[in-house]
């Protein structure tokens, strides 16, 4: 799913590219992704856009007469930028807004289609969908901690809720925690001043990298290979890939569609942490360290 830094790197592009245009059109090749009826979507045609913001994951376009329309490109949503009225491409092709100087296409790719776009009258109504999640580059360290401590939950799923920091999902909450030195399963009212504070800085100096390599990327255009799995990445998605710190394998815990990775050695003291499916299956052979894991893999062999 794109998060903060992917987001941000959209908007930053769209802002160039039809900023200051009037929406020609906008054309909906999926009926399952408008999710809203009041105000109707011809009531934006004509209008001027006026800038972009983001809330949480979303990507808010800001028309003329205070009309909002909220694109949400959950996991699969992409946006693409092409000549003036492109044709929606087949299977993937949800929508495409046309303007003077090209169109956006907004594509899902496989079946279960979760991209969502909400059309909303008027500063109040878009303040509806603001989980209160706070900007971490909006807090200093004070905001930060409390925001951090207002809830006994692990890291992984403090980072994680929207109601409680914005634009944080997982991939980069493994980035982040690796970084930090800490943890996927510490609680948040155990940790103290000094992880705290690495965990601060940590979250904007990841999301601070991770925006401006997207930003040279994407150089001109729009961001194309918007992906939560990047080989440069620490340990999202690198599962049984050594840590490029200290080489250890990652590991992962899974919990349904989700997966956290993380580093034994660099966050865990050496403990491996329960993934649930296995542990069950294995009960009392669990492994509890890297070196209990060997020894299991050679009586295997």
């Known amino acids: 799913m794109p998060e903060y830094p992917d987001i941000t790197v959209y908007i930053e592009r769209l802002d160039v590219l039809c900023r200051g245009q009037r929406l020609e059109d906008i054309r909906l090749a999926s009926p ?9 979507l011809p009531a934006i045609k004509g209008l001027l856009l006026d800038r972009f913001e ?20 959950m996991i699969a949503g992409r946006l693409h930028w092409h000549e003036q009225r ?6 993937i092709g949800l929508a495409a807004m046309d303007f003077a100087g090209g169109t956006l296409v907004i594509t899902e790719a ?18 509806r ?6 900007e971490i580059f909006n807090a200093n360290r004070d905001a930060f901690r409390a925001r951090l401590l207002s809830e006994n939950h692990t890291l992984k799923r403090a980072l994680t809720d929207p109601k409680l920091f914005s634009g944080i999902g997982n991939a980069y909450s493994d980035e982040i925690l690796h970084h930090a030195g800490l943890s ?11 992880q705290i504070e690495r965990l601060y800085r940590s979250t904007r100096q990841v999301m601070t990298a991770w925006t401006e390599r997207l930003r040279s990327e994407a150089g001109d255009g729009l961001p194309e290979k918007v992906t939560a799995f990047r080989q440069d990445m620490a340990v999202h998605g690198r599962y049984g890939k050594p840590c490029p710190a200290c080489g250890t394998a990652i590991q992962r815990i899974r919990y349904a569609s989700n997966e956290t990775n993380y580093c034994p050695n ?10 649930r499916a296995l542990s069950r299956l294995l009960k009392n052979d669990w492994p509890r360290t890297l070196e209990e894991m060997e020894e299991l893999k050679q009586r295997r062999k």
């Open 54 to 73: 983001r809330l949480g994951k979303r990507i808010i376009f800001c028309f003329e007469n205070d009309f909002y329309l909220l694109l949400h490109l």
């Open 86 to 91: 492109v044709k929606i491409p087949g299977k």
């Open 129 to 134: 969908f603001d989980a209160g999640g706070l």
């Open 184 to 194: 996927p399963v510490q609680l948040t009212h155990k940790m103290d001043e000094q």
């Open 266 to 275: 660099c966050q865990t003291g050496g403990k491996l942490l329960a993934d």
């Open 110 to 127: 496989g079946t279960q289609k979760r991209a969502s776009l909400h059309l909303v009258s008027g500063r109040q109504e878009l303040e």
């Open 32 to 40: 399952f992704l408008m999710r809203t009826a009041d105000p109707p």
